[in-house]
């Protein structure tokens, strides 16, 4: 070990997101961690290093605005409960909106150097084949989406339950260099300022009716990858590929990833764009972009000769092409209890995407939470749940109780993986959203936004109360 300590260790295996903040808060909280990574010895079909929490898909974070969106909320609890993953996000961000964006070499290089440095932790790399071994009485099972077969192999003849699966999909990276910024331009949707963004945080490239269609053509005859073994296993519906949306109607995308809305070209002001495509800053040296909920399964050259026909982007060159990978979960509501503990085998947690979460901060939200359920478990104390009003209550409410079985197919699993969205959370009391004075008509958009404020603001009151801390968010909310 790096260091002298009375307890003995909590083994963590999976070094992504999840795996990472699990052993940050096992460690942060006086006790020894050996958190064992398998890249580096083996790698995946979607990783390009061996780097701790490498982002595999998007470089967002998503929404940073914790009064009124549900993942601003987790953000925010996830920093007041000291989340290595927040604190180098926000160290590493680049401008993007609303949103919050990191440089992904950047963040992962913290975070990895963050948890070498760490006197109580101890990283090994090596794959781990089976379920942890007995002599492992406290462990935590991170490994992610593409956990390896033989561990999937291993947990399935544990829980006696199929694993269940969905594809997921990386959308394509270009060089800033090789855009025309002749017809494309610089705005965020709406001019929306956010954290670290001057409102002008993607590049836009718009597309007339014709050569939307043209598009939507392309996409729907383009060469895809097959799905070989893995046929029938569904999509997740938040990382659609492109052109399965194309395929769902022609008009799908333009009131999806496409919308034109809040744009203005500032070269043809006069006349509004049928499409626009919308690329966002990838590195903090801004010469990389990501293609905005361009995720595809679109073979390699199919995709370089498609993605060209956007305007601006004829001479485009690619830093990283799309690809297509396996994602893994568990039916946790039946398999975990509420500690995230596997029913089946005391001590033995799971974390992140495989409890069928779906999202970089959830991932690590999760690992958060079962790195904390655990130190706790070492030291003797109880274990501390977080209120179902908070941001993380709500997603382990998802995950360990969102088993729905009904009247018609009794038995048949409906659990399905999930971002944080306010539909998780408990409704409010009766009565607590009131007309403001002189508001004449109040409903529908107006009603909905004041009732999510509410909602940010109770979690957050509450989170801090879960954490014993005061939270000036939730004064100034």
């Not at 940073?64 to 969106?69: E, G, L, M, Q, R």
């Not at 975070?111 to 090994?124: G, N």
């Not at 706790?376 to 209550?393: F, Y």
């Amino acid at each position: 070990m790096n260091t002298i300590s009375s307890y003995s260790p909590i083994h963590v295996v999976g070094g992504g997101l999840a795996g990472s903040e699990a052993a940050w808060q096992i460690a942060s909280s006086g006790i020894p961690v050996i958190l064992h990574e398998m890249r580096g010895v083996r790698g995946t079909e979607a990783h390009k290093t061996d780097g701790l929490a490498e982002l595999v898909c998007s470089n967002s974070f998503r929404s940073d605005d914790a009064t009124s969106n549900a993942v601003g909320v987790i953000h925010a609890e996830m920093r007041m409960a000291g989340s290595l993953i927040m604190a180098t996000a926000d160290r590493h961000q680049v401008p993007a909106g609303g949103a919050l964006a990191v440089d992904r070499d950047g963040f992962s290089e913290a975070v990895t150097r963050a948890i070498h440095d760490h006197p109580l932790i101890t990283v090994v790399r090596e794959e781990i084949t089976g379920l942890p071994p007995g002599d492992w009485d406290l462990a935590i099972v991170a490994t992610g989406p593409l956990t390896a077969p033989s561990l999937a192999s291993a947990i399935q003849a544990q829980t006696g339950e199929d694993s269940l699966a969905f594809f997921d999909a990386i959308a394509p990276i270009v060089y800033r260099e090789s855009i025309d910024m002749d017809i494309c331009w610089y705005q965020s949707r709406y001019d929306k300022v956010g954290p670290g963004g001057t409102g002008k945080d993607y590049i836009n490239c718009p597309m007339d009716e014709a050569q939307y269609n043209a598009f939507v053509d392309a996409l729907i005859s383009g060469d895809t990858v097959g799905f070989k073994e893995w046929e029938g296993t569904p999509y997740f519906d938040g990382c659609l590929p492109i052109e399965v949306m194309a395929e769902r109607g022609r008009e799908t995308l333009r009131h999806g990833p496409m919308k034109p809305m809040g744009l203005t070209n500032p070269h043809n002001p006069t006349v509004k764009a049928y499409a626009v495509v919308q690329l966002r800053q990838d590195n903090a040296l801004g010469t990389l972009y990501n293609m905005v909920g361009f995720q595809t399964k679109l073979k390699y050259g199919a995709q370089a000769e498609i993605f060209r026909m956007i305007p601006g982007l004829e001479n485009a060159e690619f830093a990283r092409l799309g690809g297509l990978h396996r994602n893994t979960y568990i039916n946790s509501p039946t398999l975990l209890d509420p500690s995230l503990t596997l029913k089946s085998r005391p001590g033995l947690r799971f974390a992140g995407q495989i409890t069928g979460c779906e999202g970089y901060v959830e991932s690590a939200s999760v690992g958060l939470m079962a790195g904390r359920f655990a130190a706790a478990e070492r030291k003797g104390e109880a274990i501390s749940l977080p209120p179902a009003t908070t941001a993380l209550g709500s997603l382990l409410g998802h995950i360990t109780g969102g088993h729905i079985v009904t009247d018609e197919e009794p038995g048949k699993r409906s659990f399905q993986p999930m971002n944080i969205n306010f539909g998780l959370f408990p409704e409010l009391q009766p009565g607590s959203i009131v007309k403001p004075e002189g508001v004449k008509r109040f409903r529908g958009k107006d009603k909905t936004i004041m009732k999510r404020q509410l909602i940010a603001r109770r979690a957050l009151t509450d989170c801090a109360a879960w954490l014993g801390q005061n939270s000036p968010l939730a004064e100034s909310a």
